[in-house]
């Protein structure tokens, strides 16, 4: 059973930067695809976009040109940098795997101050 990992998470100013990282315990390598989701307070949890074994990505609109999806399949691990941060960003990020998700982590609370 692979068991996902949020990190990186923090305050940041408006129009500031942050890389979050989402590491597998287990090899994600049958996985074809990892997600990006996101929970502001009093909202649904709001899929923020995807990455492919082989790198291809997808993305919601409010993020495409901002935010950028990576991974290091031989670390097991998925990247994401947000850049240009806009207090509408405020939310705690998840991954998860795709097409079958496994047990969500504890996400990592990202702030953005207007």
């Known amino acids: 059973q692979v068991q996902l990992q949020e990190s990186g998470g923090g305050l940041v100013q408006a129009g500031g930067s942050l890389r979050l990282s989402c590491a597998a315990s287990?090899?994600?390598?049958?996985?074809?695809?990892m997600a990006w989701w996101r929970q502001a307070p009093g909202k649904q949890r709001e899929w923020v976009g995807s990455?492919?074994?082989?790198?291809?990505?997808n993305y919601v609109p409010s993020v495409k040109g901002r935010f950028i999806f990576s991974r290091d399949n031989a670390k097991n691990t998925v990247y994401l940098q947000m850049n240009m941060l806009k207090p509408e960003d405020t939310a705690i990020y998840y991954c998860?795997?795709?097409?079958?998700?496994?047990?969500w982590g504890q996400g990592t609370q990202v702030t953005v101050s207007s």
């Open positions: 998860n795997t795709l097409p079958v998700p496994v047990s």
């Open positions: 287990g090899s994600l390598s049958s996985r074809s695809a």
């Open positions: 990455i492919t074994r082989d790198g291809s990505t």
